[in-house]
């Protein structure tokens, strides 16, 4: 149990769109979820922690403009980078709080971002 | 605030011999403390946790941590290294008094076990 999933598993766009990618526990309801990024070879930084039903926490120096965060349901987050640019390629991970009772949290597979 | 330091980028064991990663953590509260690994281009998979009881804590695929209180540390260890192990592990910990609240990573330790 406790399966957090992510979609898509990797994407290449051209630079100026915009690029959508969802977090889903798929066996758990999830009140809140968290959102990181990950540069080669480096460690996890967390972007922003999403609550269902309001609006996203968002680290200092991550534009929340830029990334947009919805939680609408207990069960999915979408983070949305708006105008990509290059400098945006990275690998993108969620994680879900886990259930009652449970301290770990679960982590999406991640989605691979590359900007052209 | 919480922090969590690897001193180690790389370490390198043979197959067979034990092996240690190193962590060592700060958190203003309780710690909570945590081991992830990570393979190429996966997320991260959950190995064990220390929240209370036992300091010595068993996990998945054999490894183990050990928390101790006075020297912030909580040495993440595997009696016999596979090639398998070779992977990216990370430390986490967060402030178990302060409720729903993000993991703080470490910079991770790359584990390679040379057959």
């Given at each position: 149990?406790a399966?957090?999933?992510?979609?898509p598993?990797?994407?290449?766009?051209?630079?100026?769109t915009?690029v959508?990618?969802?977090?889903?526990s798929?066996?758990?309801?999830?009140?809140?979820?968290?959102?990181?990024?990950?540069?080669?070879?480096?460690?996890?930084?967390?972007?922003?922690?999403?609550?269902?039903?309001?609006?996203?926490?968002?680290?200092q120096?991550?534009?929340?403009?830029?990334?947009?965060?919805?939680?609408?349901?207990?069960?999915?987050?979408?983070?949305t980078?708006?105008?990509?640019?290059?400098?945006?390629?990275?690998?993108?991970?969620?994680?879900?709080?886990?259930?009652?009772?449970?301290?770990?949290?679960?982590?999406?597979?991640?989605?691979?971002?590359t900007?052209? | 605030?919480?922090?969590?330091?690897?001193?180690?980028?790389?370490?390198?064991?043979?197959?067979?011999?034990?092996?240690?990663?190193?962590?060592?953590?700060?958190?203003?509260?309780?710690?909570?403390?945590?081991?992830?690994?990570?393979?190429?281009?996966?997320g991260?998979q959950?190995?064990?946790k220390?929240?209370?009881?036992?300091?010595?804590?068993?996990?998945?695929?054999?490894f183990?941590?050990?928390?101790?209180?006075?020297?912030?540390?909580?040495?993440?260890?595997?009696?016999?290294?596979?090639?398998s192990?070779?992977?990216?592990?990370?430390?986490?910990?967060?402030?178990?008094?302060?409720?729903?609240?993000?993991?703080?990573?470490?910079k991770?330790?790359?584990?390679?076990?040379?057959?």
């Amino acid at each position: 149990g406790a399966v957090v999933s992510q979609h898509p598993s990797w994407v290449i766009c051209k630079s100026g769109t915009s690029v959508k990618i969802e977090c889903r526990s798929l066996d758990f309801q999830a009140t809140t979820m968290f959102w990181y990024r990950q540069f080669p070879k480096q460690s996890l930084m967390l972007m922003a922690t999403s609550n269902e039903g309001s609006k996203a926490t968002y680290e200092q120096g991550v534009e929340k403009d830029k990334f947009l965060i919805n939680h609408a349901s207990l069960t999915l987050s979408t983070l949305t980078v708006t105008s990509a640019h290059p400098e945006d390629s990275s690998f993108y991970i969620c994680s879900a709080t886990p259930p009652r009772g449970r301290d770990e949290q679960f982590f999406g597979p991640g989605t691979r971002l590359t900007v052209l | 605030a919480q922090s969590v330091a690897q001193p180690e980028d790389q370490v390198n064991v043979a197959e067979g011999n034990p092996l240690t990663v190193k962590c060592t953590y700060s958190v203003s509260g309780n710690p909570y403390l945590f081991w992830y690994v990570q393979y190429p281009n996966r997320g991260l998979q959950f190995l064990l946790k220390y929240i209370t009881g036992d300091n010595l804590v068993k996990g998945s695929y054999g490894f183990e941590a050990e928390f101790n209180k006075s020297q912030t540390s909580f040495h993440l260890k595997k009696p016999s290294a596979l090639v398998s192990d070779s992977a990216l592990y990370f430390c986490a910990v967060r402030d178990g008094n302060s409720g729903n609240t993000p993991l703080v990573f470490g910079k991770g330790t790359r584990l390679s076990v040379i057959a």
